[in-house]
């Protein structure tokens, strides 16, 4: 078994062994690591945004966290029930608001990004029918040495994907 695999294999149970013991505890959100994920990554909270007219992009939030001591960069991304699917980043450029394109995203070593609202976040184009709020699809991130994570993104309502639902819980 090489380091690789042992690594992975090893992350996989780990993150059986913790999923288990949090399993009752109320908590949603689910930490993903794929079979094929670099080791020390994994993903929390993956949700879309269906667009509020049909035709227009959806954009997918989440969490991204390497807990390895080498640094990952993300370089593609598949979003199944999507055409295509794009990294981008909102920031403010000339007192306006900008959004772009980001080629390539480096996670370092020990660190945790947000893809959120305002920030950075995944563009989904041309989306199936078949993607209906209360529903789920898979994301898939893509590393530049071909590594790829993958996890599921809940589908929400236009507007829904950026609000705080831990005050919901228990209604």
């Not at 999507?82 to 981008?88: E, F, G, P, V, Y």
Request: charged share 20%.
């Amino acid at each position: 078994m090489t380091n690789k695999t042992f690594a992975a294999t090893l992350a996989a149970i780990t993150l059986a062994l913790g999923t288990a013991a949090c399993s009752g505890s109320g908590d949603d959100v689910a930490e993903t690591t794929s079979p094929e994920a670099p080791a020390g990554i994994s993903v929390t909270d993956g949700r879309m945004s269906l667009p509020a007219v049909k035709g227009n992009p959806a954009a997918i939030y989440f969490t991204i966290r390497n807990v390895s001591e080498k640094p990952v960069t993300i370089r593609a991304v598949d979003v199944a029930g999507a055409a295509s699917a794009q990294l981008h980043e909102t920031s403010e450029w000339n007192k306006q608001m900008d959004m772009q394109e980001l080629f390539q995203l480096p996670i370092e070593a020990g660190a945790e990004v947000a893809f959120e609202p305002g920030g950075k976040h995944v563009m989904a184009f041309d989306l199936s029918d078949d993607l209906a709020p209360g529903g789920e699809t898979e994301v898939t991130l893509i590393f530049v040495n071909g590594d790829k994570v993958s996890f599921p993104a809940k589908l929400m309502a236009p507007g829904m994907a950026d609000m705080d639902h831990s005050a919901m819980e228990g209604m």
